[in-house]
């Protein structure tokens, strides 16, 4: 199952989410779906050449703060029926970073996948999926889809050594993107997530310290054969998670 769960936690056997149908059984390298098919969570794997967490900067000195438009977010219709469980506003102190693709353990190798699409396939898919779910997904565009609302909590870190709770507190964002280390985060999509957590940390009324990526949160190691890497490494060397952090309020 460690393929099904490729990436973040969305997809990580740890965190858990369910692959399409039509990923059961990813080969190696994953055909065009046929006009109409349900599309599979990769369009490609390929074998990982480096990846390693990103350490978050204990802080970060902002000259001039950049301050992108928040886009438009795709919401679900009002009268969707959301999972998890209702929260108070107070109980979220943090926001969670991830990607979506990878990595997973596949035949003993590390793998990571090219999600393609954009947030409103990512989120609708994430709706299908009864243990995984997100907040929201940017898309390499600048696109946002929200798959659940703030006030109810979403299944994103399985993982409880590093912060206890998480899940109950933080918000999650899925960012499409390999995950690799490598797969680099177009300026939309930074800009995208810049405004995203400009707004949500000034509604809340978080610092930036209080945005987090998914590697600094679970540290697990994978499964063997693959027991030598790290099971979470989202949002992974590309993101520059500085430059995200300089556009945030810096602590008190
Ligand atoms: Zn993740």
Request: charged residues 25%; hydrophobic residues 35%.
């Amino acid at each position: 199952m460690r393929w099904f769960v490729v990436g973040h936690c969305l997809v990580t056997a740890a965190c858990g989410p369910k692959a399409p149908p039509s990923a059961a059984a990813a080969p190696a390298v994953v055909p065009e779906p046929e006009s109409g098919a349900t599309p599979s969570r990769y369009d490609a794997l390929e074998p990982l050449p480096s990846a390693a967490g990103l350490p978050v900067p204990p802080d970060v000195t902002a000259t001039e703060v950049e301050r992108p438009d928040l886009p438009p977010i795709d919401v679900l219709p009002d009268d969707f029926e959301h999972g998890g469980s209702e929260r108070e506003a107070s109980d979220i102190d943090m926001v969670v970073l991830h990607t979506i693709g990878g990595p997973a353990c596949v035949d003993g190798e590390i793998q990571f996948g090219d999600p393609g699409r954009d947030a409103v396939f990512w989120r609708d898919w994430f709706t299908t999926q009864g243990g995984k779910s997100i907040h929201y997904i940017i898309g390499r565009d600048g696109d946002i889809a929200q798959q659940r609302p703030e006030l109810r909590t979403a299944g994103h870190v399985s993982f409880g050594g590093v912060k206890p709770n998480v899940n109950k507190r933080s918000i999650g964002i899925e960012l499409i993107n390999r995950g690799n280390g490598e797969d680099p985060f177009p300026e939309p999509q930074l800009l995208a997530t810049i405004a995203l957590l400009q707004d949500i940390t000034s509604r809340r009324q978080l610092d930036r310290s209080a945005v987090w990526a998914h590697s600094d949160l679970d540290t697990r190691m994978q499964d063997p054969p693959c027991e030598d890497h790290p099971r979470n490494v989202d949002p992974g060397a590309a993101f520059p998670m500085q430059r995200i952090k300089a556009a945030l309020t810096a602590p008190e």
